[in-house]
């Protein structure tokens, strides 16, 4: 028999199309191919078992011909504020994780984009576990699909690639999962939902410019000079700040700024009045993140009296500016650490070729 066809990581019409040729092999009209495309993304079914509306034939034999795989859930954990973790494993036991965020009336899910991260930015805990591999594109969007599918379900309204990875180095999966993201038949998020987050890969920016949709772009800044950014991040030797900051104002939308804030180290006036004059240059607005310390041992937070100060000097530039709200601090949701503590950190294939971090 040949090995069944996974239809999650099809695109939707490839999908549709070999379900019609399999309805139609069997003399079987086309509307049952549309029912099992709506059940791939749309109203997800765990298995196809679940398609009710097939005769109990057809869900045998599409289960004969076609794999319908799921993320295999090994941990959830539910904060005080309400900030759920999951830990997925998946095929090859790589472990990722996703956050789901309620706010008021949305639900943002953190997804991730890569097993691991070979940027090794000094204060994320998932640098530390070094890059493993990248995502599939039905395993980036597969985070969403779940979230339908788990024991009281979560209503995500909102994506941002803030999970484990950087996106943009992984975009030919990252561009088909954003189809699939945004697709009204398959997980139907609006594009100005969902939020790219990136360290500043140009080629991946110009890529995601390119798409017609409005998707956002959110630029992990962190230090408004590249010596300061060099030491936290390496990718900053190949991709410095004047460079991140023209493709910021090439791009046709509005950008958002992430700056964590490390204490004693990014957070003077100077450093406000500097990243303003930057964000101003590109009409950037700007998230201030406090530090997830559990990320970054070699890192304090600074404390939030600070961080409001820091604010009001970027916002007396005329930027604006908002203040992040840290959350589940304790179920450690910051980026990678709950797979660090339960699955280890694996055998990281470290990125020499960034070079290291000399952390102050
Ligand atoms: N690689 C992408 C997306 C993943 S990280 C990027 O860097 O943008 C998502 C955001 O979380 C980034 O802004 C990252 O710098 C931030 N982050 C990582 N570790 C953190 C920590 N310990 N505390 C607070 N924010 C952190």
Not at 225 to 235: G, N, V
Not at 241 to 251: K, S
Not at 347 to 354: I, K, L
Request: with cysteine.
């Amino acid at each position: 028999m040949p090995y069944p066809t996974n239809l999650l990581d099809l695109s939707l019409s490839d999908a549709s199309r070999v379900l019609h040729a399999f309805f139609a092999e069997r003399g079987e009209p086309a509307y049952r191919a549309r029912q099992v495309v709506r059940r791939l993304w749309q109203a997800p079914v765990r298995s196809f078992d679940e398609i009710t509306e097939l005769p109990a034939a057809l869900r045998v034999a599409l289960g004969g011909h076609f794999a319908l795989p799921r993320l295999e859930l090994v941990e959830r954990q539910r904060s005080a504020d309400r900030t759920q973790k999951f830990l997925f494993r998946l095929a090859d036991g790589q472990g990722i994780e996703t956050v789901a965020i309620p706010d008021d009336d949305r639900v943002t899910l953190c997804i991730s984009s890569q097993a691991g991260c070979a940027l090794q930015c000094a204060f994320c805990a998932t640098g530390r576990m070094g890059f493993q591999r990248n995502l599939a594109a039905w395993e980036i969007a597969a985070q969403v699909r779940e979230m339908r599918m788990v024991d009281d379900p979560v209503r995500v309204t909102n994506v941002v690639f803030m999970g484990m990875g950087e996106p943009l180095m992984n975009w030919s999966a990252v561009d088909a999962a954003l189809t699939l993201l945004n697709a009204p038949e398959a997980l139907g998020i609006g594009a100005r939902h969902i939020t790219v987050s990136t360290v500043g890969v140009l080629p991946g920016i110009v890529a995601l410019a390119k798409r017609p949709e409005q998707f956002r772009l959110a630029l992990s800044i962190h230090a408004p000079s590249d010596a300061l950014r060099r030491q936290l991040m390496p990718i900053n030797v190949k991709y410095p700040l004047a460079d991140v900051l023209g493709a910021a104002r090439a791009f046709d939308r509005r950008v958002t700024f992430e700056y964590v804030m490390l204490g004693g180290v990014n957070d003077t006036a100077s450093h406000a009045l500097e990243l303003a004059r930057l964000a101003k240059s590109c009409r950037a607005f700007v998230n201030l993140i406090p530090l997830h310390e559990g990320g970054a041992t070699e890192f304090r937070a600074t404390p939030p009296r600070d961080i409001a100060r820091f604010a009001r000097v970027v916002r007396g530039t005329g930027v604006e500016v908002a203040i992040r709200k840290s959350r589940g601090t304790d179920i450690a949701a910051a980026c990678g650490q709950l797979r660090v503590e339960r699955l280890g950190r694996g055998a990281p294939r470290r990125a020499h070729e960034h070079g290291h971090v000399d952390v102050v």
